[in-house]
């Protein structure tokens, strides 16, 4: 129970309460400011329908609820670690590099045991004594910095009054459940708790990857499956085996009792129709893993599911749709593709760029898009709409980025689409997609959510506070721009630099703060840690209206041991304070953003911070994972990946959340009902609006 409202307070910044209100002595009172004054502290605070709530429970029971809530919103914010540094007194007196390499050595030569193992025909600098792990306590960290002034400019997030847990469970699981866009790794996780605990189900879950979690508990029941591919019952034994239900990483397949084997092949049978089984051989491998489990042999009654396995071992033939479009389209019959894709119009339009450019008539192309538009997913037409409105502007190159953020960039050699053709594409979306919005009554959109980017999916972006799509922009307030990362070890010495490079304008000029460069006009490094056995931060500064470089690019790379997801904790974040703010390197109520680092990459990049003409700085999310090198990744020798990438993404036009709003305006007008975005639901809001934020922007995406 107590994960599940970890959950929802995480997740909807709700506090589900089940104890009815009593008569109290007032000690319920006084426990609730006592937690109010706490929470400010991490920069939450309780709305005034929370309070009142609070205030009429039993103290002791205001107590305990107290504890987890915030614990709760420590973790979120990254507050439940004691943040130490290397330099004791960052940001200030952190030597320079030169100086600092000096004073180790002389440190290790006055040192009769660490001078005998200086060799300076091969010495290590890194191996010197005291270098690399914290020289101070967590206590002496205290002792050397002041309080922290709270300024009116701190964050302060709001929890709101949740109804019972049961309700706030259900209402986040039918809203997982139900999104039209793919779900990161950590929501398919909370999907399956939640699936275990709620009772109902939602009528429709359009995602293949949450349905193959619903489906894990339906199998564990014994109920009916949910399923209408092969590759839903392959996805599903992978969910099962504790493997990945995405299908981008191997699985090694479990046993499965008698009534599960019986289960799946009966489900593969009621699907295995001969037009679904050329979809066998792109999971050829995985179809023969599982038929070594589920022994179809053994169970004659189902004959269709032997064919998937015969499929796989090549003793039956199945062509799929995508070999015979590549076929007719390599033949130069374009027509044929054509007539074959519209049997699956989600299909047409993802390759509708491809048609346009074969040479024939783009006039019967558009007339195929416009009736195939009618029977695509929502999520499916968004995201050609954005495709086709970069198709104007030439890119500085093509990225790509797979479900794990991990992300390429090519040159874009593509041949150039007329204008007049890409305008009709994208009238034929714009009118499908307003067709199936619903009626907002009376729109409200907060400013700051206008450039909110859609989220078309979610598999790149680990939940955490202050999160949004990739490609969204939001403006940077205050003085000062701290990064921070924090990372534990699992089994091995590990060692993440947190490093910025610097870019002028126009992507040039480059300048780097980290290990190799402590400090510069306008930004502070808080000092290198190579092992992380019980936990390391490390911290940079950046003082905005100094700087120099007009773009600014955090990484975080892996110098050596585990990866990101390996390491048993590892998350990014940044701050922003006023210059009068002093306080210690960490502080809860200044961090804007907060995320575990989790991609299959060496190298994460974020975001990026852009200063503008006039002069304001914004955040782009970015999300990326550079491949890297197996080790000893630095700043300095990925700066040209890192830029080319970066700068695809920033000059990328991303849908956003504007788009959507004029829509809406378009289709509806001042009624009874309220619709409001943005990014937290403000307290005078009428009973009932339909509300919102980034945390459930993904319920905005039509069907």
Known sequence: MDTLESL??????????????????????????????ALLSVG????????????????????????????????????HIQHNVYFVEFPKNVPDNVEFWVGLLRQAMLDPVAAASVQPATLNLLALPGYGRYQHTYAD???????LIPLAGDRVTVLELGASLEAEARELYFSLAGSE??????????????????????ERIPMRESRAVVNEVRLAAGRPLLVDTVTDVLRLACGCSGGDVTLATPTRFRSFSRSERRALLRALDAVASPAKLGDVSKHRERWKRLGERLHPGEHPQFPRAAHVFEVARGVRQARGLDSRVEAALSAGRTGEAVELLEKTPGALLRRLDHLLRTGTSASAVLEAAEKAAAGASGRVLLSLREHLQNRFTPAAGRVFANRHGRAWTTADTRSPIEENVVSRAVAILDEEITRRLPDPGTLIVAPEALDIALPLSGKAVAPGLGMLPRGSLSAVDGELLRFFVHWRQAERRTDYDLSALMLDASYGNPQHISWTSYHNAFAEYSGDLV??????????????AQAKRSIIIPQVNVYAGEAFDEAAEAFFGYMTRDAEQEGMPFEPRTVRMKSDLRGAGRVALPLVFLRGDDGAWRVKWLHLYLKGHPGFNQVEGNRVTASLLVRSIVERDHLRVRYLADLLRRKGSPGEHTTYIGLQAPADLPEGARVYTPGTLHELIPA
């Open 531 to 544: 092992d992380a056995a019980d936990g390391a931060s490390e911290f940079i500064d950046i003082r905005l």
């Open 141 to 147: 960290l205290l002792a050397a910095h002041a309080e």
């Open 181 to 202: 866009v793919p779900l990161s790794a950590e929501d398919l996780v909370a999907l399956r708790s939640l699936a275990a605990f709620c009772a109902e189900e939602p």
């Open 44 to 79: 939450f605070k309780c709305s005034a329908a929370l309070l009142e709530r609070l205030a009429g429970l039993p103290g002791e029971t205001v107590v305990d609820l107290g504890v987890r809530v915030l614990a709760a919103v420590r973790h979120l914010v990254g507050d």
């Open 8 to 37: 929802v307070i995480a997740r909807r910044l709700r506090v589900p309460i089940d104890a009815p209100a009593a008569p109290t002595s007032g000690w319920g009172e006084v426990a609730a400011r006592q937690l109010d004054a």
